[in-house]
């Protein structure tokens, strides 16, 4: 069987840098593809925060349509944009290598204001809890938009800074001089991957796709992922997840947080290759027996989660 493999993206310059970052490499080994970008929910509603549109996997529904309606093959996602659970049909086919994990605070030439009252920016109930933990007298404001546009929603206001995850100005070369690395942060699961999803039924698309996965990563993503699905947080809770492996062993940091930053929850502890497939689930459950449930019926109250 032949056939092109039409690459489903979202239309941001970034989605579509990873989108032509997995046609070339699918092209590389003599697949045929397309590209066919769409623009999602998440990009077109910008004036409220990603928590209060009420919907898990905002930035992936729209993709997941034109999946089930044939109009494309396979999707690309920042990974940790894509639901826990993925809807009944669809498969997880590729993870690739990933690239920086880590936040930035993109700043405006003077961190005087580390040191005292300051405000920064960010859409991310996550970071904005890191943050007001580690820097109480803070304000966040939120910040919406695909990259480009919260870069120039920085220059435009009058905030201090703005977070960013590393990867994605790095992807597309906007990662400016005025940055500093926030390595204390604990990032989203599955930040800085890409994952590729296709049809369960479409064997030849994941033939293709299985050339393109990256084992270290889709084992690390896994441990963050099953942590995130077991304390039942979706893509907008503030939760933090990352393992990583060193030395033959994957090293693991979590981190459930309440909104203003104030109460937290955090776990570290380390797995062999053998035992990773339930370490997540396992570091979840440990934090949700240590008070973390009572937090995340907060959190859901709060959130209007059900």
């Not at 084992?215 to 990583?244: D, S, V, W, Y």
């Not at 994957?250 to 309440?258: K, M, Q």
């Amino acid at each position: 069987m032949k056939k092109t493999i039409r690459i489903g993206t979202r239309d941001s310059e970034l989605a579509l840098w990873q989108a032509h970052t997995v046609q070339k490499k699918l092209t590389d080994l003599g697949y045929e593809t397309e590209i066919i970008a769409v623009k999602s929910t998440g990009d077109l509603i910008l004036d409220k925060p990603l928590y209060e549109l009420g919907i898990t996997g905002i930035f992936t529904k729209t993709l997941d349509v034109a999946m089930l309606k044939g109009e494309v093959d396979i999707a690309v996602h920042s990974m940790k944009d894509v639901p826990t659970t993925l809807p009944n049909g669809f498969i997880q086919a590729a993870v690739l290598e990933r690239a920086n994990v880590y936040d930035i605070l993109v700043h405006k030439g003077n961190l005087d204001f580390l040191e005292s009252k300051g405000t920064i920016a960010s859409g991310s109930l996550r970071r904005k809890a890191q943050w007001l933990h580690k820097y109480p007298t803070h304000t966040v404001e939120d910040l919406r938009g695909n990259v480009n546009t919260r870069l120039q929603k920085l220059k435009d206001n009058t905030w201090n800074g703005a977070i960013f995850a590393a990867a994605g100005l790095e992807r597309i070369n906007l990662k400016p001089d005025t940055y500093i690395n926030l390595d204390w942060m604990i990032p989203a699961p599955a930040q800085g991957a890409m994952l590729v999803v296709a049809m369960e039924s479409d064997i030849f698309s994941q033939e293709a796709l299985s050339h393109l996965n990256h084992t270290e990563t889709e084992i690390c993503t896994h441990i963050e992922r099953q942590f995130l699905k077991t304390l039942e947080g979706g893509c907008t809770a503030p939760i933090g997840a990352l393992a990583k492996v060193y030395d033959e062993t994957i090293h693991f940091e979590g981190v459930l947080h309440s909104l203003d930053g104030k109460e937290n929850y955090t776990i570290k502890k380390s797995c062999n290759f053998e035992d990773y497939k339930s370490f997540g689930k396992d570091c979840a459950q440990e934090i949700l027996n240590n008070g973390g449930r009572f937090l995340m019926e907060k959190l859901r109250t709060a959130l209007k989660v059900k």
